[in-house]
């Protein structure tokens, strides 16, 4: 079986350590200028640095976005971040727009270059021209079905690498290229800030009763007209490895740690169950690994276009989630022993918590606890950023999480 990377985003430096402890191969993260995602964290100079050197420090890879389409007097500077991006380590940049890629190969020419999915990537001959060009990988165009990847990898060049996204938010047009943020915000998708009108609510106003809005009905939790639904491979998770290609994309820069924690660590225990047991070992286990997709921020989802034509085009619903980000460990402990948390939302004794290590997932009832700065005993408490002493039954490591019930329920539409 054919184990591709396992490639996660790192919108954040919190992002980053969650895809590095959770069992990522690589990394894809922005800095603060020439990537398409202009609203996550990103990373500037210092922050780069820090990065690449966590990933190789724990033998991954760092990925850097600069798949924006630059205009010609931004070029100079895009050549010379690139060149601080290869004198920093990482071990690629994605890039788009053709001109760009053509002018890193003249100026930074011991820089690797991944094509980015922006590129609309669908044929071998495509694949070959980027090859000769001398980049090492293409991202291939959401567009392609799983059939149409396996012939194009047969036909490509054998050197080059061919990575796909395998899951997280669907863009409604042709790899991304959207012109409909810039239309109804003036903020250009193609130049990294996009406002995602896609996800917006809509209603129809007639002409002759203005201020009387009719919404157009789609189900309870709303309606998004453009609205492709999630990316979520993992039922056809073999099939995919089959077809040779050499990374496994999880879209989402703009999600949190948590997002990051649980879909990376889902798809490295799938990734692990075909590498040792076989396709026999993860079918046993993927309904237990699809209910652990749905622990994250979610929105219905299908395969995309992997088997065809989309199952549900335009028509995704609300968010929802199943488990709510409750702690970070800061301060780890042997079993039985102390550890420090960081409270990111509140949690009570007897609550059904779950502490998430990069080993897998531990479910207990909740003790009673201490609150580090007053030295109190409570048994509930939900200050986020304040520090708590628990005593677990497992050993536990700094960047394992813990998780409870969703007590905010205008955010939980629809997950059990």
Same mark, same amino acid.
């Given at each position: ?48 640095? /820090? ?24 070029? =100079? ?50 694949? $070959?021209?980027?090859? /000769? ?8 165009? $959401? /567009? ?53 009108? #896609? ?41 995919? #490895? ?33 590498? =040792?047991?076989? /396709? ?18 979610? $929105? ?65 009832? #909740? ?19 304040? $520090? ?29």
């Amino acid at each position: 079986m054919n184990i591709p990377e396992l490639l996660a985003p790192a919108g954040s430096p919190e992002s980053l350590r969650a895809a590095l402890h959770f069992g990522a191969d690589a990394v894809y993260g922005g800095m603060k200028r020439f990537g398409l995602r202009a609203f996550a964290g990103n990373f500037d100079e210092d922050q780069l640095r /820090e990065a690449v050197a966590l990933c190789h420090a724990a033998g991954a890879r760092f990925y850097l976005t600069m798949n924006i389409f630059p205009w010609d007097d931004e070029l =100079d500077d895009f050549v010379a971040a690139a060149r601080f991006a290869r004198d920093t380590g990482v071990d690629a940049v994605i890039v788009s727009d053709l001109g760009a890629i053509c002018l890193l190969r003249e100026e930074v020419p011991d820089l690797p270059v991944h094509v980015s999915t922006q590129a609309s990537t669908i044929n071998a001959r495509a694949v $070959r021209h980027y090859h /000769e060009l001398g980049c090492e990988r293409v991202i291939l165009a $959401r /567009e392609i079905s799983m059939e149409r990847i396996g012939k194009l990898r047969a036909l490509a060049p054998r050197e080059i690498e061919l990575e796909t996204f395998v899951h997280g938010a669907s863009c409604m047009a042709w790899s991304g290229r959207c012109l409909l943020s810039a239309g109804l915000s003036g903020r250009n998708g193609n130049r990294g800030t996009c406002a995602q009108p #896609c996800r917006w609510k809509y209603a129809v106003v007639e002409e002759k009763r203005p201020g009387e809005y009719f919404p157009v009905s789609e189900d309870e939790h709303g309606t998004y007209v453009f609205s492709a639904r999630d990316l979520n491979l993992m039922p056809i998770l073999p099939e995919l #490895c089959a077809t040779g290609v050499s990374s496994l994309k999880i879209e989402g820069r703009m999600k949190t740690e948590y997002y990051v924690a649980v879909t990376v660590g889902a798809y490295r225990r799938a990734l692990d169950l075909l590498r =040792d047991g076989g /396709e026999e070992a993860f079918r046993a286990e993927l309904p237990g690994l699809l209910d652990e997709l749905r622990c994250a921020s979610h $929105r219905l989802s299908d395969t995309g276009f992997l088997l065809g034509e989309p199952e549900h085009p335009g028509m995704a619903s609300g968010f929802s989630q199943r488990r709510e980000y409750a702690a970070r460990c800061l301060e780890c402990a042997p079993a039985g022993e102390v550890s420090v948390f960081e409270l990111k939302n509140r949690f009570s004794k007897d609550d059904p918590l779950e502490l998430m290590t990069a080993a897998g997932v531990k479910p207990f009832a #909740c003790p009673a606890f201490t609150v580090e700065k007053t030295g109190e005993t409570v048994e509930s408490y939900g200050i986020a950023g304040d $520090r708590v002493l628990l005593r677990l039954p497992w050993e536990t490591r700094v960047g394992d999480m813990l998780r409870g019930p969703v007590h905010n329920h205008s955010r939980d539409t629809g997950g059990k």
